[in-house]
């Protein structure tokens, strides 16, 4: 006999492009999963983006997986719509759809919750701020300065950053412009809130985990897969700017304690975790196995190797996650896009302003005013 008192499972749909996947987007699903129990998220397809902003990033199979990663949500329905329809929600039997509290428009100019609007069936959630994937391809183009400077290297001052970003003064070198204010009320609502249970087995891994992108993800769903209970250590942004150079990292600490508390696979973050893991670190949070990517292991500032602690007492495991992705690599097809993209932009004003000129120049009847509008292709 079924209990008619029992209580519904409220469905909340919510759809995007979710390219450059940040932590923004990762508050976004949380606060909309907060609104129900269940969160169902639809991805748009590459065809689909392309034809109403351009070509995204990172392919749909991208998309998906980061999407997919994240914590809060429970299922992802691969090539939504790009307009929300009452029959995408019937069809996933949601009652209604959350989106940010900013604007999103078709090619056409539509806005793209317009029918979900009108049926009562739309939530919005405020959206973060301080971080936008403009924001964030804005600090990468800081990044590459050289590009425009000739043989000039661009390089970044240490002097003012021995706060290691950890004021509200930090604006810092490394992270250019983040205007992200960390509050222990946000780790928090990111955080599990789990401790291991004395049976786990404890994996430690430790990186800058800069960017978060599928490269991290498949390495952490790895290291996942070898205990129990995966704890993420974190090296501050000194500490990242010592081994990899340049303006790295990207984002600061704090973007990057969210980032990854952000990902189903990780239970605990440890914020400014030291470059070599020491006994004292392992001994702290009973760790079982440490583990490393595929990738070269840079020397602490001693020389020495970061993990000699770990490889004596015979825990030390090399992981291939199958992904060869780095952060570095993003940074470059981030940049590439954003350079093609400008220089569409701006073969698309400079037809748009011969057009003008064409028609300005045109003798015109009764003295009317011809002008064109500039469409969004």
Not at 170 to 185: I, K, V
Not at 268 to 275: F, S
């Given at each position: 006999m079924s209990h008619s008192n029992e209580k519904r499972q409220i469905r909340v749909w919510c759809d995007g492009c979710y390219d450059m996947v940040h932590f923004g987007h990762a508050n976004s699903?949380?606060?909309?999963?907060?609104?129900?129990?269940?969160?169902?998220?639809?991805?748009?397809?590459d065809e689909e983006i392309a034809k109403h902003k351009g070509p995204p990033v990172f392919t749909q199979e991208e998309r998906y997986k980061m999407v997919r990663a994240i914590k809060w949500v429970d299922q992802v329905v691969e090539g939504a719509p790009y307009v929300t329809t009452l029959e995408t929600l019937d069809k996933y039997q949601c009652d209604f759809c959350v989106h940010g509290d900013d604007i999103t428009v078709t090619a056409e100019g539509i806005d793209t919750y317009h029918l979900v609007k009108s049926a009562g069936k739309y939530r919005e959630v405020p959206r973060t701020a301080g971080v936008s994937t403009t924001d964030l391809v804005g600090r990468m183009l800081l990044l590459t300065r050289e590009h425009f400077k000739g043989d000039k290297e661009y390089t970044v001052a240490l002097d003012h950053s021995s706060n290691l970003g950890t004021d509200s003064t930090?604006?810092?070198?490394?992270?250019?412009?983040?205007?992200?204010?960390?509050?222990?009320?946000k780790i928090i609502q990111f955080s599990s809130g789990l401790s291991p249970k004395p049976t786990d087995?404890?994996?430690?891994?430790?990186?800058?985990?800069?960017?978060?992108?599928v490269g991290h993800l498949d390495f952490l769903e790895a290291a996942h897969a070898q205990g129990d209970f995966l704890i993420v250590g974190l090296h501050t942004d000194l500490e990242v700017n010592r081994y990899k150079g340049s303006n790295y990292p990207i984002m600061n600490l704090h973007e990057r304690v969210l980032s990854v508390l952000a990902c189903k696979y990780v239970h605990?973050?440890?914020?400014?975790?030291?470059?070599s893991v020491t006994a004292d670190l392992m001994d702290h949070f009973n760790v079982d196995v440490v583990c490393h990517g595929a990738t070269p292991i840079a020397l602490d500032a001693d020389k020495s190797d970061p993990y000699q602690v770990p490889k004596r007492r015979g825990c030390f495991k090399i992981l291939n996650s199958g992904n060869t992705m780095t952060t570095e690599d993003i940074v470059q097809r981030i940049i590439r896009h954003r350079l093609e993209f400008e220089e569409r932009n701006t073969k698309k004003e400079k037809k748009e302003i011969a057009a003008m000129q064409a028609l300005e120049k045109k003798p015109t009847q009764n003295g009317d005013c011809k002008t064109t509008k500039s469409v969004v292709v």
């Open positions: 699903l949380r606060q909309a999963k907060a609104l129900g129990d269940v969160l169902i998220v639809g991805v748009h397809t930090a604006r810092s070198p490394y992270t250019g412009c983040s205007q992200f204010l960390p509050t222990t009320q087995k404890v994996v430690y891994v430790a990186g800058a985990f800069d960017l978060f992108h605990e973050v440890v914020i400014g975790a030291p470059y």
